[in-house]
């Protein structure tokens, strides 16, 4: 697997925009970016993925570079609720299933 | 609502005593993880059942065992819990078939050694 390299910490103030990088240079043409996010003492819960398209859901957006090393997660308004350790992870899509393998993350603190 | 559950949340043992942790699924989804997650430190994958098959990681000690007796249960045994093995345990599922897909994780089961 692709490996991804994040910052390790980043602080946000609240109600701003949350902008998480993730560079992952040797990712391959099946594999797929997600992202995780992990609060504390509780389990990693799934936020986005994509493969080369930016992807919105009701959680974030996943803006995508066109040459695929690098991509950002975006919070649009960040909450007290959304510090949490957000992981950046490539995974290809083998046999209809994908192992993921953590990275250290990002530990996102949103300030009041 | 559809979930992954473990239980216990919060386990003690004696050091070398057999301890055994369980996951429950309600998603009816094709494969079920393991993880180990040390303070401070990102999960660890120790291995996972697509259906029936079991895939053990490399490097996986063998002091960890897995049983997947139905589509909706899966236990981890720890035959012998040392003091090393004190953490987080998550257990996550995934479909596995028809595409890409992302995890479902439980809540976990701290495990603690004394």
């Known amino acids: 697997d692709a490996k991804t390299t994040q910052p390790p910490s980043m602080d946000c103030a609240e109600g701003r925009a949350a902008n998480l990088p993730c560079n992952h240079s040797?990712?391959?043409?099946?594999?797929?970016v997600y992202w995780y996010r992990q609060i504390h003492s509780q389990g990693p819960q799934y936020i986005i993925h994509?493969?080369?398209n930016n992807e919105t859901n009701e959680m974030a957006s996943l803006i995508i570079t066109e040459d695929r090393k690098s991509s950002t997660l975006i919070l649009p308004h960040a909450t007290l609720r959304d510090t949490a350790v957000y992981y950046c992870?490539?995974?290809?899509?083998?046999?209809?299933?994908?192992?993921?393998?953590f990275g250290i993350g990002t530990k996102l603190q949103v300030i009041p | 609502d559809a979930m992954v559950i473990q239980n216990p949340r919060y386990q003690v043992t004696q050091f070398g005593k057999p301890v055994t942790l369980s996951c429950s699924q309600t998603l009816n989804h094709n494969v079920m993880y393991w993880y180990q997650q040390k303070s401070s430190q990102a999960p660890k994958l120790l291995f996972h059942y697509y259906d029936k098959d079991f895939n053990n990681e490399a490097d996986t000690p063998d002091n960890f065992q897995s049983r997947r007796p139905n589509t909706s249960f899966c236990f981890l045994d720890i035959r012998s819990p040392g003091l090393g093995d004190a953490a987080m345990y998550l257990c996550?599922?995934?479909?596995?078939?028809?595409?890409?897909?992302?995890?479902?994780f439980g809540s976990g089961t701290r495990l603690t050694v004394v």
């Open positions: 040797t990712i391959s043409g099946n594999e797929y």
């Open positions: 994509g493969l080369k």
């Open positions: 992870i490539v995974s290809p899509n083998s046999g209809g299933y994908q192992k993921v393998t």
């Open positions: 996550a599922t995934s479909r596995g078939t028809g595409g890409v897909n992302g995890y479902t």
